[in-house]
C-alpha cells in the first residue's frame, strides 16, 4: 500500500481540519519605545514601520493594539538624561513609570510589561553600574534593578521583565516586591539572553549601544545550549513566572528544549535584527512579506513559546483581526 499524506492536503478545510498549531492574538507582544522628550520621537531607519513615540502617542497605540486582541505591550524609555549610574531610572516620574500609570488607566484590561534594565539610562551604554576598572558590577547593579523594579510596582505595571543578565537578580527583585507588599507583580525574565548581532537595530531605537566594550560578559556565548537551560532553571528556582529565550530565530532549539524541560510558561522574543531582515527583503520584493511574518511567528509556536514578543505583533493583529 502507497501511503498517501498528501490526501490530507488538498482543500483548505482539510488542512484546517488537521491543523496542529495555531497562533492566537492574545499571546502577542508588541514592544513600546517611549520618548521622555517630545523631539526624540519619530521613525527608526532600521525598522521600517517601528517608531519612538511620546507618552500621548503611547497610550492611543495601547487602546489600539488592544482593540485588535493583542495580549500586551512591552514598554522601553527613552529619557532626558543618562548618567553613569542610570539615576533618572529609579525616578518615581520617570517616562516609564509615568507610562505604566497612563496605559493601566486608559487600558486597564491591557497587560503592561516593563523591561528592566539600565542600558537605555546609562551614559556608557552598558546594562549595570560599572566597577572602577570599567567592568559590570553584578551586585550593585542588582540592587539598583530592585530600587527600580520596585518604583514600577507602584506605578501598577503588570509584569516587570529583568533583561540585563546579572545574576541573582530574580530572587532580589521577588524578595524586594515581596517585602513592600507587591506579590501580585508577575517576574518575566529574560532567562537565556544571548549575546546577539541581531539587537543592532534595537540599539539605535533605544540610543544603548555601549560606549566601549560589549555585552559578552554577562549575555551569553551563541554557542551553547546546555548552559541556556541552566539559566532558565536558576530563574525559575529564584522566582521568576515566566522565561524567556532572546532572540527567537536563531535558537528555536533553545526554546524546544526548555520547553521539554520545564512547565513554566515560556516566551520568545523576536528581536529588532529578526524583524529589519524580513522588512528589508521586503521592501526590495525578495519575499512575501505578510507569508513569511506568519509563516515565522507560527515556527514559535510549534517550537514551544507561550507568549511571542515582535514587533509585527500589530500588523500580524489586524491581518488576522
Ligand atoms: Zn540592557
Known amino acids: 500500500m502507497i501511503h498517501r499524506p498528501r490526501r490530507l492536503r488538498r482543500t483548505a478545510s482539510l488542512r484546517s481540519f488537521i491543523r496542529e498549531n495555531h497562533l492566537r492574538r492574545d499571546m502577542l507582544v508588541q514592544p513600546l519605545f517611549v520618548c521622555e522628550r517630545a523631539h526624540d520621537a519619530g521613525p527608526i531607519s532600521s525598522m521600517p514601520g517601528i517608531e519612538r513615540m511620546t507618552l500621548a502617542q503611547c497610550v492611543a497605540k495601547a487602546k489600539e493594539l488592544h482593540a485588535v486582541g493583542i495580549g500586551g505591550v512591552l514598554l522601553f524609555g527613552i529619557p532626558a538624561h543618562k548618567d553613569a549610574v542610570a539615576s533618572s531610572n529609579e525616578a518615581e516620574s520617570g517616562i516609564v513609570q509615568l507610562t505604566i500609570r497612563a496605559i493601566k488607566d486608559a487600558v486597564p484590561e491591557l497587560t503592561v ?191 514551544g513559546a507561550d507568549i511571542i514578543i515582535t514587533y509585527f505583533a500589530e500588523d500580524f493583529a489586524r491581518r488576522h483581526a
Open 113 to 303: 510589561i516593563a523591561d528592566l534594565c539600565n542600558c537605555e539610562y546609562t551614559d556608557h551604554g552598558h546594562c549595570g553600574l560599572l566597577t572602577e576598572h570599567g567592568e559590570v558590577d553584578n551586585d550593585s547593579t542588582v540592587a539598583l534593578l530592585a530600587r527600580v523594579a520596585l518604583t514600577y510596582a507602584r506605578s501598577g505595571v503588570d509584569i516587570i521583565a529583568p533583561s540585563d543578565m546579572m545574576d541573582g537578580r530574580v530572587g532580589a527583585l521577588r524578595s524586594a516586591l515581596d517585602e513592600s507588599g507587591h506579590h501580585d507583580t508577575v517576574i518575566m525574565s529574560y532567562s537565556a539572553k544571548y549575546a546577539s548581532a541581531f539587537y543592532g537595530p534595537f540599539r539605535e531605537a533605544a540610543g544603548s549601544t555601549p560606549a566601549f566594550g560589549d555585552r559578552r560578559s554577562y549575555q551569553m556565548d551563541p554557542p551553547n545550549a546546555r548552559e541556556a537551560l541552566h539559566e532558565i532553571a536558576l530563574d525559575i528556582e529564584e522566582g521568576a513566572d515566566i522565561v524567556m529565550v532572546k532572540p527567537a530565530m536563531p535558537y528555536l532549539d533553545i526554546v524546544r528544549a526548555a520547553r521539554d524541560a520545564f512547565d513554566t510558561p515560556l516566551a520568545v522574543y523576536n528581536v529588532s535584527g529578526e524583524y529589519a531582515m524580513i522588512k528589508a527583503a521586503a521592501l526590495n520584493g525578495w519575499l512575501d512579506e505578510d507569508r513569511a511574518i506568519d509563516e515565522m511567528l507560527i515556527g514559535f509556536v510549534r517550537a
